[in-house]
């Protein structure tokens, strides 16, 4: 099961494993939404535990991002979103309905190739191509409805 390695993973990195960070591990999860934002999470993580407050959300959210548990995908023109793959990707984000996928190819970079060439160790990466999905270019769109 996926979430207890993310149990394990808090324990490694020091942190109590409790109900309201596994109700947001949880809800990143489970939340029907690919790259969730933190209104979706919280929403979501309340069904598991009602008494959990938005600020909680936040400072978790925050935290596991700190860690490196999570990845927080920052926009310049829309609120965050969050997403469990850690790994190298990139995210296709829809310029119409908001969706964000994510497509992994094995011809990403190769960190190890650009350390050996430049000496610069890379830590974290994000790749994004925006345009239009299929759904939207088909006309199928949902009418601008973030699905993910």
Do not use: W
Request: charged share 30%; proline share 2%; glycine share 6%.
């Amino acid at each position: 099961m996926r979430n207890e390695s993310y149990i394990q993973r808090l324990r490694e990195t020091g942190l109590k494993v409790t109900p309201q960070r596994i109700a947001i591990i949880d809800a990143v999860e489970k939340s029907g939404y690919l790259h969730p934002s933190v209104m979706q999470i919280y929403k979501e993580a309340r069904k598991n535990s009602p008494k959990l407050s938005l600020s909680t959300t936040y400072a978790t959210l925050k935290e596991l991002s700190r860690l490196r548990l999570i990845k927080t995908l920052q926009f310049d023109r829309k609120e965050n979103r969050y997403e469990l793959d850690l790994e190298d990707h990139i995210n296709l984000i829809c310029n119409r309905c908001g969706r964000i996928t994510d497509y992994t190819s094995s011809e990403s970079a190769d960190r190890g190739k650009i350390r050996k060439r430049t000496g610069f160790q890379v830590v974290d990466s994000r790749m994004e191509f925006y345009g239009i999905c299929s759904e939207c270019s088909s006309g199928t769109s949902q009418g601008g409805e973030e699905r993910s």
